[in-house]
């Protein structure tokens, strides 16, 4: 009966049936084993994992029953216990595919990428026609950024299996890293093709953002490269269903969609990064240019930069009580309202508040020109090993001795005292409360040099000449074979010109500063 029933899709009343079993054979594995399959299918991961344990007391040599296990601890994100269990049950039965599969997927999020090849070796030689070894070890390749290696092992996965959504997406994911971004755009409508998602007459009319699946959303990245607004800024309201974490928070009031403004209150939603945050706020000005009252909804550490800012009419803290408004809207849907193109960005600087230095900031006179840097973002930021640089590799930079350096960097890296310790900067970041207090400081400054942070956006949002550095496969926002931006029109940008190659990002970095101060 319980066989029955989670056949049948009625997980809880094959829980049931199994139970019931269980009561009247007690010492049968099956049974407990069966159990443990109809809760975890209940998402009922914690019951599940004890009827495993059980199996596997009464037999513990039941692969299948330890794979599973396995996988509940993969839930859990115990990724450590899951990967025991999951040798134990490939040493048990080495000739276990579906074992191997799941330790190739499992190494691979606990960054055990060449154990996650392994893995992934040991399935193509088992089941050489199974898709998923060849998609795994692509999968490894990628997090170790050789996606040149991940290709052919994407491209023979689909040959597999044509219509795996996941394997169009990593594979588009790999191409655009390599820079072959026709191949990837291919393949990201390939994905959203195979996903069910082409939205029919989508050039003909307006499309709600709730008619876009999640599988737009890297398309929506690589059309906003190549510079595709227009259709990059409607995709991009794909991004609710595709991040993770990110909700769109709707109120009473309506989805503002572009209606007039005049004598009306919006109330914007902050989304996203910092550095995201900070970037849109471009388009404040203009919203009161069209006669609205503008209510900001934000984090705590944001706030303080627009304490008192007449382009803001009320500031509200995340979970404060809002006042009354007419419409409301996220930060990053004013792009898609405004039909922005290349061309019409507004790109007036500076556009956010010119703070001055308070008694925390003041630097003084000095005698050099005044350059901060900032070399490293958030370590858990999902591309912060592609945009980080390494602090021994920004030294020949500090040995530039006809400029005071200043350190803005708050996310430092173990060893990264030391090593400033020994260099003329001198350390801002332990004055650093708020993001006003960085904006003080960089009043003072007459270069600000920072990779892709939210310290980049704040310079070129204040209209300080700035110089960013870029990997070679770069942030959407970037662009193309450019050394400028229409973002900010006083910052240049300073791109890899191979991967991985920060040396020669800093190497031309030292002569820009040299021609300039030198």
Same mark, same amino acid.
């Given at each position: 009966?319980?066989?029955? $029933?989670?056949?049948?899709?009625?997980?809880? &009343?094959?829980? #049931?049936?199994?139970? *019931? @079993?269980? +009561?009247?054979?007690? %010492?049968?594995?099956?049974?407990?084993?069966?159990?443990?399959?109809?809760?975890?299918?209940?998402?009922?991961?914690?019951?599940?994992?004890?009827?495993?344990?059980?199996?596997?007391?009464?037999?513990?040599?039941?692969?299948?029953?330890?794979?599973?296990?396995?996988?509940?601890?993969?839930?859990?994100?115990?990724?450590?216990?899951?990967?025991?269990?999951?040798?134990?049950?490939?040493?048990?039965?080495?000739?276990?595919?579906?074992?191997?599969?799941? $330790?190739?997927?499992?190494?691979?999020?606990? &960054?055990?990428? #060449?154990?996650?090849? *392994? @893995?992934? +070796?040991?399935?193509? %030689?088992?089941?050489?026609?199974?898709?998923?070894?060849?998609?795994?070890?692509?999968?490894?390749?990628?997090?170790?950024?050789?996606?040149?290696?991940?290709?052919?092992?994407?491209?023979?996965?689909?040959?597999?299996?044509?219509?795996?959504?996941?394997?169009?997406?990593?594979?588009?994911?790999?191409?655009?890293?390599?820079?072959?971004?026709?191949?990837?755009?291919?393949?990201?409508?390939?994905?959203?093709?195979?996903?069910?998602?082409?939205?029919?007459?989508?050039?003909?009319?307006?499309?709600?953002?709730?008619?876009?699946?999640?599988?737009?959303?890297?398309?929506?990245?690589?059309?906003?490269?190549?510079?595709?607004?227009?259709?990059?800024?409607?995709?991009?309201?794909?991004?609710?269903?595709?991040?993770?974490?990110?909700?769109?928070?709707?109120?009473?009031?309506?989805?503002?969609?572009?209606?007039?403004?005049?004598?009306?209150?919006?109330?914007?939603?902050?989304?996203?990064?910092?550095?995201?945050?900070?970037?849109?706020?471009?388009?404040?000005?203009?919203?009161?240019?069209?006669?609205?009252?503008?209510?900001?909804?934000?984090?705590?550490?944001?706030?303080?930069?627009?304490?008192?800012?007449?382009?803001?009419?009320?500031?509200?803290?995340?979970?404060?009580?809002?006042?009354?408004?007419?419409?409301?809207?996220?930060?990053?849907?004013?792009?898609?309202?405004?039909?922005?193109?290349?061309?019409?960005?507004?790109?007036?600087?500076?556009?956010?508040?010119?703070?001055?230095?308070?008694?925390?900031?003041?630097?003084?006179?000095?005698?050099?020109?005044?350059?901060?840097?900032?070399?490293?973002?958030?370590?858990?930021?999902?591309?912060?090993?592609?945009?980080?640089?390494?602090?021994?590799?920004?030294?020949?930079?500090?040995?530039?001795?006809?400029?005071?350096?200043?350190?803005?960097?708050?996310?430092?890296?173990?060893?990264?005292?030391?090593?400033?310790?020994?260099?003329?900067?001198?350390?801002?970041?332990?004055?650093?409360?708020?993001?006003?207090?960085?904006?003080?400081?960089?009043?003072?400054?007459?270069?600000?040099?920072?990779?892709?942070?939210?310290?980049?956006?704040?310079?070129?949002?204040?209209?300080?000449?700035?110089?960013?550095?870029?990997?070679?496969?770069?942030?959407?926002?970037?662009?193309?074979?450019?050394?400028?931006?229409?973002?900010?029109?006083?910052?240049?940008?300073?791109?890899?010109?191979?991967?991985?190659?920060?040396?020669?990002?800093?190497?031309?970095?030292?002569?820009?500063?040299?021609?300039?101060?030198?």
């Amino acid at each position: 009966l319980g066989n029955v $029933l989670a056949q049948s899709g009625n997980m809880l &009343g094959a829980v #049931e049936a199994f139970e *019931k @079993a269980h +009561e009247l054979e007690p %010492t049968r594995p099956e049974i407990l084993y069966n159990l443990g399959n109809a809760n975890r299918e209940a998402d009922r991961w914690g019951e599940a994992e004890e009827c495993y344990k059980k199996t596997l007391k009464l037999m513990p040599q039941h692969v299948q029953s330890r794979n599973n296990l396995a996988l509940v601890y993969n839930h859990f994100e115990k990724y450590s216990e899951a990967i025991a269990e999951l040798r134990k049950a490939v040493e048990d039965e080495p000739r276990y595919c579906e074992g191997w599969v799941n $330790l190739c997927s499992v190494t691979e999020k606990n &960054g055990d990428y #060449e154990e996650s090849i *392994k @893995a992934g +070796e040991q399935v193509r %030689t088992l089941e050489p026609q199974n898709p998923k070894g060849w998609f795994g070890i692509g999968v490894a390749y990628s997090r170790m950024e050789q996606n040149a290696k991940a290709l052919p092992y994407y491209i023979e996965a689909l040959r597999l299996k044509p219509d795996w959504t996941s394997a169009w997406d990593n594979l588009g994911q790999a191409y655009q890293r390599e820079n072959q971004l026709d191949k990837a755009e291919e393949a990201f409508w390939q994905c959203v093709k195979c996903a069910g998602q082409i939205i029919k007459n989508e050039d003909s009319r307006f499309v709600d953002e709730s008619e876009y699946g999640n599988r737009y959303w890297h398309l929506a990245l690589l059309e906003l490269l190549k510079g595709d607004y227009k259709r990059g800024f409607a995709h991009y309201r794909s991004r609710f269903r595709e991040l993770k974490g990110l909700e769109r928070q709707t109120w009473e009031r309506p989805l503002w969609n572009g209606e007039d403004l005049e004598g009306k209150t919006l109330l914007i939603m902050e989304e996203q990064g910092a550095g995201d945050f900070l970037m849109m706020m471009r388009y404040v000005p203009e919203l009161k240019k069209q006669g609205a009252k503008v209510f900001l909804y934000t984090a705590k550490h944001l706030s303080p930069l627009f304490e008192g800012w007449d382009q803001i009419d009320a500031t509200i803290i995340r979970g404060g009580t809002i006042p009354d408004f007419d419409y409301y809207c996220n930060i990053f849907d004013l792009p898609f309202v405004f039909g922005t193109t290349i061309e019409t960005i507004p790109n007036d600087v500076p556009y956010l508040p010119m703070l001055m230095p308070d008694e925390n900031t003041a630097l003084g006179e000095t005698e050099k020109p005044k350059v901060a840097v900032v070399w490293a973002g958030a370590p858990l930021h999902k591309q912060d090993a592609r945009r980080s640089i390494p602090l021994t590799t920004m030294l020949p930079l500090f040995d530039e001795d006809y400029v005071q350096f200043y350190s803005l960097n708050l996310d430092k890296r173990e060893g990264d005292e030391k090593i400033l310790a020994k260099t003329n900067i001198i350390d801002l970041a332990p004055r650093l409360a708020s993001f006003a207090d960085t904006a003080r400081f960089m009043q003072q400054m007459d270069l600000i040099i920072s990779v892709d942070t939210s310290t980049a956006h704040m310079a070129g949002g204040l209209g300080k000449e700035s110089w960013v550095l870029i990997p070679l496969a770069p942030d959407w926002r970037w662009l193309l074979d450019r050394e400028d931006t229409p973002w900010y029109p006083t910052m240049k940008v300073v791109r890899q010109a191979a991967q991985n190659d920060w040396e020669g990002v800093v190497g031309r970095v030292c002569g820009m500063l040299k021609d300039k101060f030198g």
